[in-house]
């Protein structure tokens, strides 16, 4: 349908043509292709010649952008880094009372030839009520009880954290095994305060991205004011709402983009000063953990963000003050 | 050409600046606008340029009906269009060069088809070795000639004037006429809105005179008034 009303506009053209001027469509695509790019060059020129402004502009966006996502960035560490915790959850499996001392060695070699398994270690009641005895401070009291209360028990450890649950149901299958406790309460606490961190980089983003898009689209309405005089004389020539846009566009596409772009580069430099203190704390712990950045895919996709952002905000602005301006 | 059919224009406020007003003009036809200031003149040229629309009566160019045509088509109908305003309207942040070729940067035509095109319009005004300056450095006849070579440099089909000569001395304003006369030889048509009665009665043109927005007067001159 489109194509058949270009045919016909074409032909409608070449018919003009005769009297007044032909273009031909080679001719309109490199007109086209040099228009933008001059509109893109002349754009970031008149940026250039206002430069405190611009500079302003630019690193209000870039804030803005670093902000969510540097809380972002954050978040996906603190995931990694209980990923790494979460490898030391630990599986405590109790053994029936009356357990003969073979039957208990038989279901430790048991434990041990499970799959997903990666340690086994025997913790005998006698030890348990020991260690609990030095522990606890009730040592005086458990005197009074005739036998010992607590029984045998092993402590299994998974090699994977998502395996665990299926080796706790297989492990609950075993006869002797009286009950099966895995330890990770606070790690799915952990992981409920993740989600929530999570949910406030999407808010503060929400927010702030709406803040980008106010302060291009302000900015833009300054310019479409101070270019209120060739606005009027483009539309007398001819010049059609597209063409009009155009530049605003561009400079609300520039504005997004290299705010983006500083905001990047804030990001890279906040994590090169953070970098050493979190080896240091991490060496402490004897963790492998090192702090990931925002890495080629993620600086790639700020700047795409950063860019679309601010066409966001330029295109409001341009359609709600073009109507303003006569003739329409 | 042009023809203009019962139109009448009521501004919202009440205000009815063109009463009735009928015309044809052929193509290739030159034509003065004239009458007092509030007569009626600029919108008539605004309803030809599509700045205004008409409250009743049919507009015609070249047999279309300017009512009928869609708003997103009225760029490229403002296209066929050559004016020349009274201010010039230039623009003082570029060179003439730059302001000259604005109605072809907007048409989409290539840089090199641009380059001749705005040389060979300067040229015609007479001012091809000024292209590289800014409008604000030339004189005021100077600059009405850089608003006369941008109109023309896409070779419309009709060309309206709106007091070219507003603010010229008689010679400069001579000097304007005889050009527009120079487009009318080429087949171009043209009509100018102006008061100059004097400069266009040694003419011998089509007059066409506004009072209080009807048309009370349209014949040619023949050293009349």
Redesign the interface.
């Known amino acids: 349908m489109a194509s058949t009303k270009q045919t016909a506009r074409d032909s409608q053209h070449a018919k003009r043509g005769a009297r007044g001027s032909t273009v031909s469509r080679l001719d309109k695509w490199r007109g086209y292709k040099y228009h933008h790019r001059t509109t893109l060059q002349s754009s970031f020129a008149k940026m250039l010649r206002e430069p405190l402004q611009t500079l302003l502009t630019v690193l209000v966006i870039a804030i803005a952008l670093t902000l969510p996502t540097a809380l972002y960035i954050s978040v996906e560490n603190i995931r990694q880094l209980s990923g790494g915790v979460e490898s030391s959850a630990q599986i405590t499996v109790f053994v029936k009372k009356g357990a003969r001392p073979v039957a208990i060695e038989k279901l430790g070699e048991q434990l041990g030839k499970l799959s997903g398994v990666s340690s086994v270690s025997y913790i005998s009641a006698q030890t348990a009520l020991e260690e609990f005895n030095a522990q606890s401070g009730f040592g005086s009291a458990l005197q009074y009880l005739d036998e010992n209360p607590l029984p045998d028990a092993f402590l299994v450890q998974p090699l994977l954290l998502n395996d665990s649950a299926k080796l706790v149901a297989e492990i609950r299958q075993i006869t002797l095994v009286d009950d099966v406790q895995l330890d990770m309460e606070w790690l799915s606490r952990l992981d409920a305060l993740l989600d929530m961190g999570r949910k406030l980089v999407l808010a503060l983003a929400a927010a702030l991205g709406m803040g980008v898009i106010l302060v291009v689209g302000n900015t833009i309405r300054l310019a479409i004011q101070s270019r209120r005089d060739e606005i009027i004389i483009v539309k007398l020539v001819g010049g059609t709402d597209a063409y009009v846009r155009r530049p605003f566009l561009y400079t609300g596409l520039l504005f997004g983009f290299f705010g983006a772009l500083i905001g990047a580069l804030m990001l890279i430099g906040l994590g090169f000063w953070l970098e050493p203190s979190v080896n240091d704390l991490a060496s402490l712990y004897q963790s492998q953990f090192r702090l990931s950045g925002l890495g080629l895919s993620g600086f790639a996709a700020l700047l795409v963000i950063g860019g679309s952002v601010g066409l966001a905000g330029a295109w409001i602005s341009v359609s709600q003050h073009m109507r303003d301006i006569k003739p329409r | 050409m042009i023809r203009f059919d019962n139109l009448s224009k009521r501004y919202t406020g009440g205000f009815e600046a063109l009463r009735n007003v009928s015309f044809e003009m052929d193509s290739g036809e030159m034509a003065f606008l004239t009458g007092h200031s509030g007569a009626g003149k600029s919108t008539l040229l605004k309803l030809l340029?599509?700045?205004e629309r008409p409250t009743a009566g049919n507009l015609l160019i070249n047999g279309k009906n300017l009512n009928r045509l869609a708003?997103?088509r009225?760029?490229?109908?403002?296209?066929?269009?050559g004016?020349v305003f009274q201010n010039h309207?230039l623009?003082f942040?570029r060179t003439v060069f730059d302001n000259v070729a604005?109605?072809l940067?907007?048409?989409?035509?290539?840089?090199s088809?641009?380059g001749r095109r705005v040389r060979a319009a300067l040229d015609s005004v007479g001012l091809l070795d000024r292209e590289k300056q800014s409008p604000i450095e030339l004189s005021g006849g100077e600059q009405q000639r850089v608003g006369i070579a941008?109109a023309v440099v896409?070779?419309?089909?009709i060309l309206l004037a709106d007091e070219p000569t507003g603010n010229l001395d008689p010679q400069l304003s001579a000097e304007i006429m005889a050009l527009f006369r120079r487009f009318q030889d080429v087949?171009v048509t043209v009509l100018v809105a102006t008061h100059d009665i004097s400069l266009i009665n040694k003419m011998n043109m089509r007059i066409m005179r506004l009072n209080q927005g009807e048309l009370e007067l349209d014949e040619v001159a023949h050293g009349l008034d």
């Open positions: 340029m599509l700045i708003k997103s009225i760029p490229f109908y403002r296209r066929q269009l004016v309207q623009l942040d604005l109605p940067q907007v048409s989409g035509y290539s840089p088809e641009i941008r896409h070779k419309p089909k087949g």
